[in-house]
């Protein structure tokens, strides 16, 4: 199992550009969220998702646009990017029906940049 | 609202010497609690997690912690700390009531280990 996987790893942008973030996993798991960790800040959810074709937002989703068309995929839209949005983004995910599966599984991070 | 609290961004400790990083919540019921850990570069790694029954949870790497529901907080500890245990430790809630599950994090303390 390769369990959480990110693409890209590492990405500059210029202002006003777009790109999308891919999240992948191979659990089969139902919930699937997307992070971004600035320094001091701690992790902060943008948006998650519970299932299949359903999403919804976290705390900081400005400026963010998510869709879950796969359930095992999970993707993060940046429409202009702007430097604000420079960050570490990590994906995650979980199986939450049974407390015991309760714990959420990372990826290794993409390093955004925004000039 | 629901809140995870972190009180030391940093701790400093020489290795061999014990740690405790601590961690406190405020919610009405008594959450899911998880300890994770994030290496320079990585994502994050589950340490250890608490539901229900002992209140004392071991995890890898030798950490382990307690739950005291009467303090609302759940201390992570390790008898001696090892250089390779430098690193980003954050806690995390999960009320489970109400169907959802999605994770509180606190912001993370940084552990530095001096030789």
């Known amino acids: 199992n390769a369990g959480v996987t990110q693409t890209p790893k590492f990405r500059v942008l210029k202002t006003g550009q777009s790109m999308t973030l891919l999240c992948a996993q191979d659990m089969n798991h139902e919930y699937m969220y997307w992070y971004r960790q600035d320094p001091g800040m701690g992790l902060r959810l943008i948006h998650y998702s519970v299932g299949e074709g359903t999403t919804a937002k976290g705390e900081v989703p400005d400026g963010y646009n998510v869709s879950r068309l796969k359930k095992q995929n999970f993707l993060l839209g940046l429409e202009s990017a702007a430097p604000s949005q420079t960050s570490v983004y990590f994906c995650?995910?979980?199986?939450?029906?049974?407390?015991?599966?309760?714990?959420?599984?990372f990826g290794p991070g993409t390093r955004l940049t925004v000039l | 609202a629901q809140s995870v609290t972190q009180p030391d961004i940093h701790i400093t400790v020489s290795e061999g010497a014990s740690l405790e990083l601590r961690c406190n919540y405020s919610y009405g019921a008594t959450p899911y609690l998880f300890w994770y850990v994030q290496s320079p570069g990585q994502g994050l790694q589950l340490l250890l997690k608490?539901?229900?029954?002992?209140?004392l949870v071991q995890g890898i790497k030798g950490f382990e912690a307690e739950f005291k529901r009467s303090q609302s907080s759940f201390n992570l500890r390790k008898p001696s700390v090892h250089w390779s245990d430098a690193a980003e430790y954050f806690c995390?809630?999960?009320?489970?009531?109400?169907?959802?599950?999605?994770?509180?994090f606190g912001r993370g303390t940084s552990l530095i280990v001096h030789p």
């Open positions: 995650a995910s979980s199986y939450p029906r049974l407390a015991y599966y309760n714990e959420q599984f």
């Open positions: 608490y539901f229900s029954g002992d209140t």
């Open positions: 995390a809630v999960v009320l489970p009531s109400g169907g959802s599950y999605i994770p509180t």
